[in-house]
């Protein structure tokens, strides 16, 4: 058997491949968003980048940290509020990475664990409002998540910026008592504007009146506009409005004793009337006389 030669040459090609090949490999490009966090022999170095970068092969290790905003959405948490309601919520959550070695070090996973936070707090601070607040007040309960995510988390490396509540399902039940309670309040918004309404509006009448009561003449051209208006409406009925002061000078006639031109005119109307009675007499009387005449005379011949 031949024995095997050997060729010097070729490992030191082999050789060199390799040294190339682990010399590449030490380079890393990290791009602007992005930071590496290296662990020399296990233990933490520092944070790289942006950049182009070198990494040791088998003695130093780099984990890739992600410094952009992630938008988490938070599942659907059954929440009973503090008037004892039963409700869905779920919402969305905005956060990112300030420090990538909090992040990689402190805590295992700052996605999951953040995610889970997220979920007991929304639980636990919804818990704490009455329905009413959840419906209406959605800012202030988005700051006071905001708040408490944020401190919470600031051991992790994290900055929560945004929490925003999308979405409190409500069973029909609810929704039909919210409806009518809705309605209710409508109700009483539409008569406090009616009744401030009135109050206004007869505030206006009562300065009108001490407007028109300083010049006499002003209330006649009132009447004539009305009618003026009455009569652009093509109506076949035109009512007349009688003025007080004429009413007001009868009444006083009256109540001091002398009898008023009504009166005496109504006295004599009855006097007409009576002459005419009499005269009606005379003349069914003299009508009788002179049918029962001749009767009379033929009852003198025969005799």
Request: aromatic share 6%.
């Amino acid at each position: 058997m031949d024995a095997i030669s050997y060729n010097p040459s070729v490992f030191f090609i082999a050789l060199g491949f390799l040294l190339l090949a682990v010399l590449f490999s030490a380079f890393r490009i990290l791009r602007e968003y992005e930071r590496g966090v290296i662990f020399m022999l296990g233990r933490f170095y520092q944070v790289k980048g942006p950049g182009l970068i070198i990494v040791i092969p088998l003695i130093q290790q780099m984990v890739r940290v992600d410094l952009r905003t992630v938008v988490m959405d938070v599942p659907t948490q059954d929440v009973i509020s503090r008037d004892n309601v039963s409700v869905k919520v779920n919402a969305v959550l905005y956060f990112r990475v300030i420090d990538a070695q909090k992040a990689i070090i402190n805590v295992e996973d700052y996605l999951q664990a953040t995610s889970q936070l997220a979920q007991t707090t929304l639980r636990s601070v919804l818990g704490q409002h009455e329905l009413d607040e959840m419906l209406a007040n959605r800012e202030m309960l988005n700051t006071d998540i905001q708040s408490i995510l944020d401190s919470r988390t600031d051991g992790w490396g994290i900055k929560v910026s945004n929490v925003e509540i999308k979405h409190v399902d409500l069973n029909e039940t609810m929704v039909r008592a919210i409806a009518r309670q809705a309605e209710a309040e409508r109700t009483r918004r539409a008569k406090v504007i009616h009744a401030s309404g009135e109050m206004e509006a007869s505030a206006k009448l009562v300065t009108a009146a001490k407007t028109l009561a300083k010049e006499p003449n002003a209330i006649l051209l009132r009447y004539l506009q009305t009618l003026t208006e009455i009569a652009g409406e093509k109506n076949s009925t035109i009512l007349f409005p009688l003025p007080m002061n004429l009413l007001n000078g009868i009444m006083d006639k009256t109540l001091s004793g002398e009898e008023p031109m009504i009166t005496n005119a109504a006295r004599a109307d009855d006097n007409s009337n009576a002459n005419l009675g009499t005269m009606a007499d005379l003349n069914d009387a003299t009508v009788d006389d002179i049918v029962d005449a001749p009767s009379s005379a033929n009852e003198s011949k025969t005799d």
